[in-house]
């Protein structure tokens, strides 16, 4: 399990200083790439964080596990993810192991926190939290794949990998895949200003 602090957002997003977390596991359903985000400390509020998982179309525990609504691509071994319309992409540092997992197809779990976790929790402290927050409903999930519908402008770089945006400035935002095949295709996307995740 990686156990590093997220890159802090602007603070013109309500995003604000996040922490991340991400793990392989194994569940009824086979190995799945988790990855948990939570408030760092002087970050959102649970009613943020509530506010950005319906953005991001995620759902308690309690309900049948959703397709998030969230763009995810790969910078290097680092996962970008963004939500259409809530602000610039979030960089979650992850090891080459969870990178080539999603990379080849695998299925990534997002968790978003109400509650703060420290910056540095170990896994048993982040099993915990999660077990903890389960019935209080105060975490939500959704699932996504890097192999999201793109249009042919996104996938050639023309467009804006989360919003569709072509007009406007574009940076590099990572590689999204495809598979036609079985085997991945990674193609290298663009994000307008508003969805490029920030450099460290």
Do not use: N
Not at 152 to 163: D, H, I, M, N, P
């Amino acid at each position: 399990m990686t156990m590093a602090p997220a890159l802090p957002l602007p603070p013109r997003t309500v995003l604000g200083a996040l922490a991340t977390w991400t793990w392989i596991d194994s569940t009824p359903d086979g190995l799945v790439a988790f990855a948990l985000v939570t408030p760092a400390a002087g970050g959102p509020t649970a009613e943020q964080m509530q506010a950005i998982a319906e953005a991001a179309d995620l759902a308690t525990p309690d309900l049948p596990l959703p397709g998030a609504r969230i763009r995810l691509v790969l910078q290097g071994q680092d996962a970008v993810i963004a939500v259409p319309g809530s602000g610039p992409a979030l960089r979650i540092p992850a090891d080459s192991g969870w990178a080539d997992f999603v990379r080849r197809g695998g299925t990534v779990v997002v968790i978003l926190g109400a509650h703060l976790l420290a910056a540095g929790a170990g896994r048993p402290q982040v099993e915990s939290y999660i077990m903890g927050a389960l019935l209080p409903r105060q975490i939500w999930m959704g699932k996504t794949t890097l192999a999201a519908e793109y249009t042919a402008a996104q996938l050639r770089g023309e467009a804006c990998v989360c919003c569709h945006r072509v007009d406007g400035p574009l940076v590099p935002a990572g590689h999204a895949y495809t598979s036609t095949t079985g085997a991945p295709l990674g193609w290298a996307v663009v994000a307008c200003p508003a969805h490029a995740p920030e450099e460290s």
